[in-house]
């Protein structure tokens, strides 16, 4: 989704994590919701609107505060200048929130109130919800993802930074300068005109699920715990190839057992491939595909486990000759990981991708813990 607005200059309280970073914070609102980026290097927590109650806007001569209530815990935001507020009015206000003036000493005293409030009343649920920073269970999902030790030496990371021609998977892939961390466990419904909801459509009636049972894009769907991702990864080999790879952590091996029992039905890799197209093709501003244009890719690995995936060929603006997009889907243990790739030579390529599929298994495989 496109970013509504980007706000720097933040701190909050308390943490979003036991001992975690309050500050520099930057907020990015979209149509969906909050995305606060914590600490340096940055630490991505995303909350729906729908999952913050209690929205409320406090503006005193000393700055700005954003004040919410996020699975039980009471936040506050706070910003030292206004430049911005119009903007963040008209948010709160457009999600059901309320909006004050303060003078500075009521001002001062209302956020007091609210951080003291939220260290005892919501501290007790960060505490028992969020028993330990995540440290570990981040460090897990970042040793299955790939690396440059995992490619040959010619292979170097793309600098192009988001979505771009020159970085075309960055549209499918996010950031590998961030950890994303999910505070909720439910998605909101998207508007149905927008980009995600027509691609999630077009998945839906490829896979034969209704939105509210889809657990790939729609209402059924779990959110990790931690969400890590590789850079992009370039070469010319195969005539030009970009590969990336994200890892997500559950905290439940039976989330991951539910997702891989729908993504087992025999037509998820081709419908998967033709919604991430969608995606791609969206991206571009071209037309979305009315039917599935990808074909089905079973990895064969050295380590077995589950895996599914496809192949769909595309054409990109201002790149030479169509190009082929191939992403496989692995899950074991604590874990589900997807491979991306953009590859001009097709299958000649095939092997080669086998052989990265089979590195996130094995990892996958030796990482993840008994079922829970």
């Known amino acids: 989704m496109s970013t509504l607005l980007r706000s720097d200059g933040w701190s909050v309280r308390p943490s979003f994590v036991p001992n975690g970073a309050t500050a520099p914070v930057t907020l990015l609102c979209d149509e969906l919701g909050l995305t606060q980026l914590a600490g340096e290097p940055p630490v991505a927590w995303q909350t729906p609107w729908t999952e913050m109650t209690n929205l409320q806007l406090v503006r005193f001569a000393g700055g700005v505060a954003l004040i919410a209530t996020v699975d039980g815990v009471r936040y506050c935001w706070r910003k030292r200048e206004r430049h911005d507020y119009e903007s963040w009015?008209?948010?709160?206000?457009?999600?059901?929130?309320?909006v004050e003036r303060r003078r500075r000493r009521a001002g001062v005293a209302v956020v007091a109130v609210v951080v003291l409030a939220a260290s005892l009343a919501g501290g007790l649920g960060a505490v028992l919800n969020r028993a330990t920073s995540g440290a570990g269970e981040i460090a897990a999902a970042s040793a299955v993802n790939l690396t440059a030790k995992d490619l040959p030496t010619d292979w170097t990371p793309t600098t192009t930074q988001g979505c771009s021609i020159g970085s075309a998977l960055s549209c499918l892939f996010p950031s590998?300068?961030?950890?994303?961390?999910?505070?909720?466990?439910?998605?909101?419904?998207?508007?149905?005109?927008?980009?995600?909801?027509r691609v999630s459509a077009i998945f839906q009636r490829c896979l034969g699920v209704t939105p509210a049972s889809d657990r790939v894009y729609g209402a059924a769907g779990q959110q990790p715990d931690y969400q890590v991702t590789s850079p992009v990864f370039g070469s010319a080999s195969f005539g030009g190839i970009?590969?990336?790879?994200?890892?997500?952590?559950?905290?439940?091996?039976?989330?991951?057992?539910?997702?891989t029992a729908e993504m087992s039905r025999p037509n998820f890799g081709p419908c998967f491939v033709t919604s991430q197209d969608a995606l791609l093709r969206g991206a571009a501003g071209k037309a979305l595909p009315r039917a599935n244009v990808a074909t089905d890719w079973r990895p064969v690995t050295f380590v077995g486990g589950w895996s599914r995936g496809a192949v769909a060929s595309i054409t990109l603006p201002g790149v030479v000759g169509p190009l082929y997009l191939v992403e496989a889907v692995t899950t074991a243990g604590h874990f589900e990981s997807t491979?991306?790739?953009?590859?001009?030579?097709w299958p000649a390529s095939r092997t080669f991708l086998n052989s990265l599929v089979?590195?996130?298994?094995?990892r996958m495989t030796s990482g993840s813990s008994a079922p829970a």
């Open 89 to 98: 009015r008209e948010l709160v206000v457009a999600h059901g929130g309320s």
């Open 176 to 197: 590998s300068t961030a950890v994303i961390t999910s505070t909720t466990g439910a998605s909101p419904a998207p508007k149905a005109t927008s980009l995600f909801a």
């Open 339 to 345: 491979l991306g790739a953009l590859v001009a030579k």
């Open 358 to 362: 089979g590195v996130l298994l094995s």
């Open 242 to 259: 970009q590969v990336a790879a994200t890892t997500q952590y559950y905290r439940a091996t039976s989330m991951v057992r539910r997702d």
